[in-house]
């Protein structure tokens, strides 16, 4: 396969799971806001961007319009929702002939869906928004996964997706901690809880957290969004899926490695299928985090030179 | 009764003999749309255009900034070609293209034709199309022009002419691939009842006039689609024939030469490539051989061509005979080297390199069209009779100042055929683009492009000057 060809299938799911995150994350804000009026929070969602420069340089101050306006709509925001509609529809324009019809179709309808919302230009309806861009995104992927051949492409688009996902559990996880930090008298007050649950719906995780551990506690989300091997959004999960997809394409066996981003890989995903909950809160959650995001840019790279930046011989 | 009030007029039309006597191959056709009523068709217009768009069929826009891609605009009125008709045409078309490969293989190799005198030397060594490094090419097989599309017209009395030929990389096929497909769902009982050629077999052609590059120790060749990229008009075409043929869509980018040999990038490193259908130009394909500017091109691609350790699609220099001086020759190149007389006739052109011509053209540019030689697309033409006394008046200076640059032809009254416009059937001009392909025979895909000028009136039917498309029936 072209190496051009796997770099775009992998952004294309990059930035669809992306948009979908941005819309996850700023709608748990959005739903922990209305529980609790008084608190008026935006600025730790640019932080867990990690675009904060750019956002001060463009808008100034931390308001809740500002704030979605930048990362919904912006179009010279590389990372707003818009912004990845329109880079995962040139990525799967340029390779319409390698992924399915369906494929080309949802992300062209999804990014038209996007765009027509943009040019509305409207904040009042995100509570209408935010939903539709994450169901767009499992229809994407749903279509994807119905219409594709599970062939190398298609392992390099899924790897995409994980590492995405994996990359905004981590930060979503984190624009708790920031909200927590301000007030840790409040933690197991009936406001903490409901921030808990908030986050648990934002990451679709609330019923099958309670499926596991009846009881909502900081540790035990933390625990469940981390190093659950089951679902589907935590990132313990999605190292191994990714892991698995890289694996297939590699050919090489698991717990040996041949090309470096077998190894880097390889290596996150042992750390977490050892490391504790206990462990991770001892060290601090945010100083974890933060470690596991760079790990994770790490796998990306490792994954660019070894496929998508091959030079002549 | 839909077509009760449409009025061919003075023209020649492809569907009526005279208003409300449709042709022989027409009647079911005419007879089928006249059961529909109006708002009925329009439905099926609007029904056949959302499908063409939502499968893609677009072209892209280069001045719109957004790159946004555009449907060329479809009309369901199929233009018809009878049978008898058409295989005198399939005839023509391949001793045309016959002679012309022979002729690029003569001025790039022995110049016989040059060294006779039949056609002068400084005319073919001047055209733009004309590269010097390509002087000594053998190519796979002697065979030039792969992929040709030729350019046909009728007059007002229903002759057929050669306008113009097209042998760098002519597009617009996937159109008529796409539109029956459409169209197909549009009649299904017309496809039932009429014998309509079918198309559907190009690809296949095309896959086998390319692997017939390859030399046949190859076990296991492959064959590429080069484009320029996304933003190339004609983009959709690229990819939408690498798909239908399972050949990969490369880039520039995507190629790079090693070892001696063409190589692509790949996930699992570098592999060979043995045949290239390019879409690109001539000039872009190599920047060490050609326009040291080229991006889109492989540095050192030449180089492999000449060892013949790769095929292109159609050969670099081809470009020399799209060169609308070059056209006016091709009369002299079937007698050449066929010893036949052409078949169907070029329109007559006056050369403005020649003094006595020139003087009459200038004294008729009210009458005449005249044409850039290095030209297409609609694009550097006057077309006389619609032209202001400036612009006849700057083309004039044009002339004069450059009159190896210029040839011109009688404006010609071309053919109409009836076009759903909005409420209405209006006459509309048309030309018609067979696609002719070069492997081991010649093969004529049975029907082409038809363009058709939307432009009340107007003569133009290039999709970047307002033009249309229609789907081409050969009807036995």
Known sequence: ???????????????????????????????????????????????????????????????????????????????????????????????????????WEQVNAFYLMVKEAAEAGSLSDLHIFFPEVKLSSHLFAGVMDATMAHNEGWHFGLLGRLLERADKTARILDVKYYILLPSVSDVGSPLDDLQWIALLKSASAYEMYRKCQYRITPDGVTEFLILNREF???????????????????????????MPSDRTIGRLRAELDYVTIDEIVNQGLHEFLDGLQIRLNQVGEAIYKDFFSLQSA | MLFDTYDPGDFFDELFAAKRQPRTEAAPLVNRINSLTLAELQRRQQTAQNALFKMGVTFNVYSDEQGTERIFPFDVIPRIVPYSEWQWLEKGLKQRIYALNCFLHDIYNDQKIL??????????????GFLRPCMGLQPPEGIWCHITGTDLVRDKDGTWYVLEDNLRCPSGVSYVLESRRVMKSTFPHLFASMDI??????????????????????????????????????????????????????????????????????????????????????????????????????????????????????????????????????????RYYLGEEQMIPNVPTYLCEHAKEQAHVIANLDQLVVKATNASGGYGMLVGPHATPEQRQDFAEKIQANPRGYIAQPTLCLSRTPTLIGDTFEGCHVDLRPYILYGKDIYVNPGGLTRVALRKGSLVVNSSQGGGSKDTWVVK
Not at chain 1, 54 to 61: A, P, V
Not at chain 1, 233 to 258: D, M, N, Y
Not at chain 2, 288 to 307: H, I, K, T
Request: proline letters at 5%; a negative charge; one cysteine or more.
């Open chain 1, 1 to 103: 396969m072209l190496s051009r060809v796997a770099d775009s299938i992998y952004w294309i799911n990059r930035y669809v799971e992306r948009a979908e995150n941005v819309a996850r994350f700023v709608d748990v804000n959005l739903n922990l806001l209305l529980d609790s009026p008084g608190l008026q929070q935006w600025e730790p969602l640019v932080v867990t961007t990690g675009d904060q420069a750019l956002f001060k340089q463009r808008y100034g101050e931390a308001t809740a319009e500002n704030v979605l306006r930048f990362l919904t709509f912006d179009k010279d925001y590389p990372n707003s929702i818009l912004s990845c509609l329109q880079a995962a529809r040139e990525n799967a324009r340029s390779v319409r002939e390698i992924i399915s019809s369906e494929m």
């Open chain 1, 232 to 258: 589907p959004r935590s990132i313990q999960f999605c190292v191994l899926q990714a892991e698995k997809s890289l694996r297939q394409i590699t050919g090489t066996p698991s717990g040996t490695w041949r």
């Open chain 2, 115 to 128: 060294k006779d005198g039949v056609i002068p030397r400084e005319d073919v060594e001047s055209a733009s």
């Open chain 2, 197 to 334: 050629k079918p198309v559907d077999d190009y690809a296949s052609q095309l896959l086998e006039a390319l692997l017939n590059l390859v030399p046949s120790q190859l076990a296991d060749p492959r064959v590429v689609v080069l484009t320029p990229g996304l933003y190339n008009s004609a983009y959709f075409e690229h990819s939408f024939l690498a798909q239908q043929m399972g050949a990969e869509l490369v880039e520039g980018r995507d190629l790079v030469v090693a070892d001696g040999y063409l190589q692509m990038r790949t996930t699992k490193g570098l592999q060979r490539v043995d045949v290239i259908y390019r879409r690109i130009d001539d000039d872009f394909i190599d920047p060490l051989a050609f326009r040291p500017d080229s991006m889109l091109g492989v540095p050192g691609l030449m180089e492999v061509y000449q060892n013949g350790r790769v095929a292109i699609a159609n050969a670099p220099g081809t470009g020399v005979a799209d060169d609308k001086l070059i056209y006016a020759y091709v009369p002299q190149m079937i």
